[in-house]
């Protein structure tokens, strides 16, 4: 709510209340987070003409944003200023370089800050900087180093936390290093720290996407019965089994939890619903497809892009040509589009020997004018 914000700031003069740091410090930070930078721009000149000058929070604003919007190094620019103007950076300010640089995937930039940059300011990293540091090696399946960081943690006085857990566990298993995700998960209950939901939903994403579905249905037996129950259970860990089951070509047992969901107390959404039609199309079963999504609208469910595009795709590999039209009629009037795998499928298939009219006049609706110049006549 920027605008009321800015508002109520012009009101403050009129009634003679003179606004200060934390004032300008506020809105600066609102104003970065929407990018809207000429405004960040005028209010930083104006705050300096009344003599009101920066202090470390509203330049961590714009370190923080900047790095956020892709701009580390004008981000580095904000640190060399600050320092200039007598405001010295805190593990805040070289936090948020550190994710910027993460984001980036520059690893190297980002370990010199944490190693070097800190060191000079006698700024010691707390847990977030490891765990955004963790968290950026993960992302580029630097595991090891990520792993040398979580043990280096208490040898600086450090105790991970619930998410340096996750994040090793998500690298973990995205790296294929199954059975230590294990291990780390049993080490995150051992040193008396408490799996949350993120947790859960990391082990039985990464146990489906591992070949480990048997392993992952027994973690959710044992969720389904931690401390009597329903507390703990929620609909997204059940869409990451369904997920997992239709990925292993177990729709049968998939659809059998999407019966037991009321029993649990939970209720199915859309993206329980998405997941069941892509493994129906998958599978090729077109008409459960269709029939699921039918069920969907009839309980006020919406389709997303996601589910338009799965059903799209699946009629299309099928040869259900008219069916597909029909789903990709539904799918624009919503003002949902083809994500990029139905667009080149959709090429594909227009590249035959037999092009299908049907094919050309889907392709057709998204561009007509570029298509046309480019694309044979019918």
Same mark, same amino acid.
């Given at each position: 709510? /920027?605008?009321?914000?800015?508002?109520?700031?012009?009101?403050?003069?009129?009634?003679?209340?003179?606004?200060?740091?934390?004032?300008?410090?506020?809105?600066?930070?609102?104003?970065?987070?929407?990018?809207?930078?000429?405004?960040?721009?005028?209010?930083?000149?104006?705050?300096?003409?009344?003599?009101?000058?920066?202090?470390?929070?509203?330049?961590?604003?714009?370190?923080?944003?900047?790095?956020?919007?892709?701009?580390?190094?004008?981000?580095?620019?904000?640190? !060399? /200023?600050?320092? !200039? !103007?007598?405001?010295?950076?805190?593990? /805040?300010?070289?936090?948020?370089?550190?994710?910027? %640089?993460?984001? #980036?995937?520059?690893?190297?930039?980002?370990?010199?800050?944490?190693?070097?940059?800190?060191?000079?300011?006698?700024? &010691?990293?707390?847990?977030?900087?490891?765990?955004?540091?963790?968290?950026?090696?993960?992302?580029?399946?630097?595991?090891?180093?990520?792993?040398?960081?979580?043990?280096?943690?208490?040898?600086?006085?450090?105790?991970?936390?619930?998410?340096?857990?996750?994040?090793?566990?998500?690298?973990?298993?995205?790296?294929?290093?199954?059975?230590?995700?294990?291990?780390?998960?049993?080490?995150?209950?051992?040193?008396?720290? /408490?799996?949350?939901?993120?947790?859960?939903?990391?082990?039985?994403?990464?146990?489906?996407?591992?070949?480990?579905?048997?392993?992952?249905?027994?973690?959710?037996?044992?969720?389904?019965?931690?401390?009597?129950?329903?507390?703990?259970?929620?609909?997204?860990? %059940?869409?990451?089994?369904?997920?997992?089951?239709?990925?292993?070509?177990?729709?049968?047992?998939?659809?059998?939890?999407?019966?037991?969901?009321?029993?649990?107390?939970?209720?199915?959404?859309?993206?329980?619903?998405?997941?069941?039609?892509?493994?129906?199309?998958?599978?090729?079963?077109?008409?459960? &497809?269709?029939?699921?999504?039918?069920?969907?609208?009839?309980?006020?469910?919406?389709?997303?892009?996601?589910?338009?595009?799965?059903?799209?795709?699946?009629?299309?590999?099928?040869?259900?040509?008219?069916? &597909?039209?029909?789903?990709?009629?539904?799918?624009?009037?919503?003002?949902?589009?083809?994500?990029?795998?139905?667009?080149?499928?959709?090429?594909?298939?227009?590249?035959?020997?037999? !092009?299908?009219?049907?094919?050309?006049?889907?392709?057709?609706?998204?561009?007509?004018?570029?298509?046309?110049?480019?694309?044979?006549? #019918?």
């Amino acid at each position: 709510m /920027i605008d009321s914000a800015l508002k109520l700031f012009g009101e403050m003069s009129e009634k003679g209340i003179s606004r200060n740091v934390v004032t300008y410090s506020a809105l600066i930070s609102g104003l970065c987070n929407l990018s809207r930078w000429s405004e960040v721009k005028m209010l930083m000149e104006e705050m300096i003409g009344y003599k009101i000058y920066p202090d470390v929070i509203t330049f961590n604003s714009l370190v923080d944003a900047l790095c956020k919007e892709g701009l580390v190094d004008e981000a580095e620019d904000v640190i !060399q /200023i600050m320092k !200039q !103007q007598n405001v010295t950076p805190n593990v /805040i300010s070289y936090s948020a370089l550190i994710d910027g %640089y993460c984001l #980036q995937g520059r690893m190297d930039e980002a370990r010199y800050v944490f190693d070097s940059s800190m060191a000079r300011m006698n700024i &010691a990293p707390n847990i977030w900087s490891y765990n955004i540091l963790i968290n950026g090696y993960c992302k580029k399946k630097r595991i090891d180093d990520a792993m040398h960081m979580l043990r280096e943690m208490p040898r600086k006085g450090l105790k991970p936390d619930v998410t340096t857990y996750n994040t090793i566990l998500k690298g973990l298993f995205h790296g294929g290093r199954c059975s230590e995700a294990l291990e780390i998960f049993d080490e995150l209950q051992t040193v008396g720290l /408490i799996p949350d939901f993120y947790t859960y939903c990391n082990m039985l994403d990464g146990l489906c996407k591992n070949g480990e579905v048997e392993r992952a249905l027994l973690l959710l037996d044992a969720l389904e019965g931690k401390g009597g129950g329903k507390h703990h259970l929620h609909i997204s860990y %059940y869409n990451v089994i369904m997920d997992g089951l239709c990925g292993a070509k177990k729709l049968d047992v998939a659809q059998a939890l999407l019966r037991d969901l009321p029993s649990k107390g939970l209720k199915p959404d859309a993206v329980t619903y998405t997941i069941l039609i892509q493994g129906c199309c998958q599978n090729g079963l077109l008409e459960e &497809a269709k029939n699921i999504l039918l069920k969907m609208e009839q309980i006020c469910l919406s389709p997303d892009e996601i589910t338009y595009n799965a059903i799209v795709k699946g009629n299309l590999r099928g040869g259900k040509y008219e069916d &597909a039209a029909k789903f990709f009629e539904e799918m624009c009037d919503k003002g949902f589009y083809p994500d990029s795998f139905t667009f080149e499928l959709l090429l594909e298939l227009l590249g035959t020997k037999e !092009q299908n009219p049907t094919i050309f006049k889907m392709i057709q609706k998204l561009a007509p004018n570029t298509l046309k110049q480019k694309l044979p006549s #019918q």
